[in-house]
Nanobody
């Protein structure tokens, strides 16, 4: 089992920045690919970014590619999502997720999930 806890969400004005963290406990963090997903009210959960176990491979949703950066610190068992130039359409609950093997974009392929952290971007 892997337990994941997100933090760092909040209310920010458009153009601002937030840094989300996802602290992992349980099994060896470095064995897992990690992802960030988000879900806005009335919408399906969608892929935001992913990172391989080593951090060497990252992938992003097109609309965040030049604004968000995913990273991880395996020594601290923590994953991060640096979000810059935030837009109102980024408003959602953000979830981190873990899976064995390669990172993928499909939520159903992830084995473990955090409880989510709310990000609200005001215009």
């Amino acid at each position: 089992q892997v337990q994941l806890v997100e933090s760092g969400g909040g209310l920010v004005q458009a153009g601002g920045s937030l840094r989300l963290s996802c602290a992992a406990s349980g099994r060896t963090f470095s064995n897992y690919a990690m992802g960030w997903f988000r879900q806005a009210p009335g919408k399906e959960r969608e892929f935001v970014a992913s990172i391989s176990w080593s951090g060497g491979t990252t992938s992003y949703k097109n609309s965040v590619k030049d604004r968000f950066t995913i990273s991880r610190d395996n020594a601290k068992n923590t994953e991060y999502l640096q979000m810059n130039s935030l837009k109102p359409e980024d408003t959602a609950v953000y979830y981190c997720a873990a899976r064995s093997g390669q990172p993928v974009v499909t939520p159903g392929e992830y084995d473990y999930w955090g409880q989510g952290t709310q990000v609200t971007v005001s215009s």
